[in-house]
């Protein structure tokens, strides 16, 4: 049973910066990544970037070079630093966790954030 809470969503200009975060709380067994998906109106939801338990990132590809992932280890906190926003990532942005895929893990999504990009 995991909790994601998630915060830092709104409306900002095109070109400036946002950070959201994701705090993950319950009985967590033991994660294999967190991260971030964004879904548009009309689109498919989509990968934005993941965190593995080891350290390494994957980043979609409308998030390299702008976007930046990192980690609480202390916290089970995932955060996600968006620079340079542009119209294009405005989307609901949601959170996720997902255990190591053995003796029963499990996967969880957050509610979603509004990101908005606009003049």
């Known amino acids: 049973q995991v909790q994601l809470v998630e915060s830092g969503g709104g409306l900002v200009h095109p070109g400036w910066s946002l950070r959201l975060s994701c705090a993950a709380s319950g009985t967590v067994r033991s994660i294999w990544h967190m991260g971030w998906y964004r879904q548009a109106p009309g689109k498919q939801r989509e990968l934005v970037a993941r965190i593995y338990s080891d350290g390494s990132i994957n980043y979609g590809d409308s998030a390299k070079g702008r976007f930046t992932i990192s980690r609480d280890n202390g916290k089970n906190t995932v955060y996600l630093q968006m620079n340079s926003l542009k119209p294009e990532d405005t989307a609901v942005y949601y959170c996720?966790?997902?255990?190591?895929?053995?003796?029963?893990?499990?996967?969880?999504w957050g509610q979603g954030t509004q990101v908005t990009v606009s003049e």
């Open positions: 996720h966790l997902q255990e190591i895929p053995i003796h029963g893990g499990n996967n969880y």
